[in-house]
């Protein structure tokens, strides 16, 4: 065996280490990726559980809501605040979840059925009421979507349509 075989035989071998370092990055690089989509979906999800254990474990903003979704004219001005608060909570953590979706940053399955429970949501009058009010202060992007959906009138009546049943 002559050195310019020997030379080839190197330059093969060291090729396929590189080949197999790029492949090996590429599959911690796709971890990586699914890691973040993954912490992406579970923050977003928290702060939506968050909120649904507020409505659970306080009576009072149970009972705020409840009233909120026939409109805000029925409730004090405390209550207009504390309901306000509550659906600005809500709506940031449904923006986060639109613009890591458009990002590419959450798969379709885990921003479906949010999207799904919080549009539902806005077929009540309290949060359209909220949302003609306060719907500057998210992006252009979201409003438009938000906007859409409302006008849409695809939402499920996820309350009283579905309870109104249960007793009869």
């Known amino acids: 065996m002559d050195w310019t075989m020997i030379g080839a035989i ?23 990726t699914r890691q973040a989509r993954l912490e992406a979906y579970h923050s977003v999800l928290s702060e939506v559980n968050a909120f649904a254990a ?23 001005d405390a209550e207009r605040i504390r309901f306000h608060a509550l659906l600005f909570t809500l709506f940031r953590s449904w923006e986060k979840l639109f613009h890591y979706h458009r990002a590419g940053e959450l798969d379709d399955w885990s921003a479906e059925g949010v999207h799904q429970t919080l549009g539902d949501m806005t077929a009540y009058r309290g949060l359209q009421e909220y949302w003609g009010l306060r719907k500057h202060w998210y992006s252009a992007e979201f409003q438009e979507w938000v906007d859409a959906i409302i006008s849409g009138g695809e939402q499920t009546d996820i309350y009283r349509e579905k309870w109104s049943s249960i007793g009869e």
């Open 10 to 32: 190197g330059e093969l071998l060291g090729g396929a280490a590189v080949v197999l370092s790029l492949l090996y990055v590429a599959r911690q690089l796709g971890r990586s």
């Open 54 to 76: 507020t409505l659970a474990n306080d009576a009072d903003c149970a009972d705020i809501w409840w009233r909120a979704m026939d409109g805000l004219s029925g409730l004090t």
